[in-house]
Nanobody, 127 residues
Framework: VQLQASGGGLVQAGDSLRLACVASGRTFSSYTMGWFRQAPGKEREFVAAINWSGGITNYAGSVKGRFTISRDNAKNTVYLQMNSLKPEDTAVYYC?????????????????????WGQGTLVTVSS
């Protein structure tokens, strides 16, 4: 399974970016996809997740209302639209592929519940 993330870059506070992650080697439409991020010196943290059909989404409180996760199963791609970016959003963003079903919203947020990870794309937000 390969996950290729792209779309990162250097932007100013208030700007927008859209990340994309293309998956191969697995039936993309059967699995939950998630976005996580890791800032320098910090642990990897959950950002957003979307279930296999796109009917269920979960967001970290820090990004809710600003970020939108979506997926296009025909293109094997998951997106993360990031609006109103803040300097504290600066991090390496990783996409991940998980299970088909999760028992609770909390399960979507746990990195250990995802089996495959992309290489990450750097997002830097200047103030």
């Amino acid at each position: 399974v390969q996950l290729q993330a792209s779309g990162g870059g250097l932007v100013q506070a208030g700007d927008s970016l859209r990340l994309a992650c293309v998956a191969s080697g697995r039936t993309f439409s059967s699995y939950t996809m998630g976005w996580f991020r890791q800032a320098p010196g910090k642990e990897r943290e959950f950002v957003a997740a979307i279930n296999w059909s796109g009917g269920i989404t979960n967001y970290a409180g820090s990004v809710k209302g600003r970020f939108t996760i979506s997926r296009d199963n025909a293109k094997n791609t998951v997106y993360l639209q990031m609006n109103s970016l803040k300097p504290e959003d600066t991090a390496v963003y990783y996409c991940a592929s998980g299970s088909r079903y999760y028992r609770s919203s909390y399960d979507y947020t746990r990195p250990q519940n995802y089996d495959y990870w992309g290489q990450g794309t750097l997002v830097t937000v200047s103030s």
